[in-house]
């Protein structure tokens, strides 16, 4: 089956700072989402991104799908911005099943 | 963005009693319907799929016996687990999609399941 694979996974940053999360993915995909699971569990949705970029306020997304790979920008981290962040693929069936990855984990220390 | 509620959000229950969680999609007609389970500090790993109207397909390595799903309309989606035993003690999340407004998935807050 498909590997989704997930880096870093652990990231502490302080206030302020940027980083870029990265998604490889093994095989053909029809879609992609990233997710921010917060510290009671809830998954929410960042982006749908089957490819191309898109924008949402501090946090953009790029996906390349020639080459397999999304990444994940987050610029001046906010402690909020703790949690854990997933990318899932949804695999190129008709069974639209979301395959995660392993996620990393980001702490924002103030 | 759609919302998708779950219920309850925590449950206790003994061992070898069977426990049913619901999963509502609020504002939208899921077509299809996902059920997940995710340990602590993992990933989220699919359990099946539910197809309003249709039997439920489950994933490799997961009991069909034991995690019983029901798509009755296509805003309900209900997990039951059957004579429930510690080792499935964890946290349950579902999903929905509708395949028109929107194309990707919406999860549900999740179910916290403590079995003793």
């Known amino acids: 089956g498909i590997q989704v694979e997930q880096s870093p996974p652990d990231l502490i940053l302080q206030e302020g700072a940027n980083s870029t999360l990265r998604c490889n993915f093994s095989?053909?995909?029809?879609?992609l989402q990233w997710f921010h699971q917060n510290p009671w569990g809830q998954l929410i949705n960042l982006f749908y991104?089957?490819?191309g970029t898109k924008q949402n306020g501090r946090l953009s997304a790029t996906t390349v799908a020639t080459e397999r790979y999304s990444l994940l920008y987050i610029s001046s981290s906010q402690t909020t911005d703790s949690g854990v962040y997933f990318c899932a693929v949804e695999v190129m069936d008709s069974s639209y099943k979301l395959i995660f990855g392993s996620g990393t984990r980001l702490l924002v220390r103030p | 963005g759609a919302v998708v509620s779950q219920h309850p959000s925590w449950v206790i229950c003994k061992s070898g009693t069977s426990v049913k969680i619901e999963c509502r999609s609020l504002d939208f007609q899921a077509t299809t319907m996902f059920w997940y389970r995710q340990f602590p500090k993992q990933s989220l790993m699919l359990m099946a799929t539910?197809?309003?109207?249709?039997?439920?397909?489950?994933e490799q390595g997961v009991e069909k016996d034991k995690f019983l799903i029901n798509h009755a309309s296509l805003t309900l989606s209900t997990l039951t687990v059957t004579s429930a035993h510690p080792e499935d003690s964890s946290f349950y999340i579902c999903?929905?999609?509708?395949?028109?407004?929107?194309?990707?998935?919406?999860f549900g807050p999740g179910t916290r399941l403590t079995v003793l």
């Open positions: 095989d053909s995909v029809n879609n």
């Open positions: 991104i089957p490819s």
């Open positions: 999903s929905a999609r509708d395949g028109l407004a929107y194309n990707e998935q919406f």
């Open positions: 539910s197809n309003e109207g249709s039997k439920a397909t489950y």
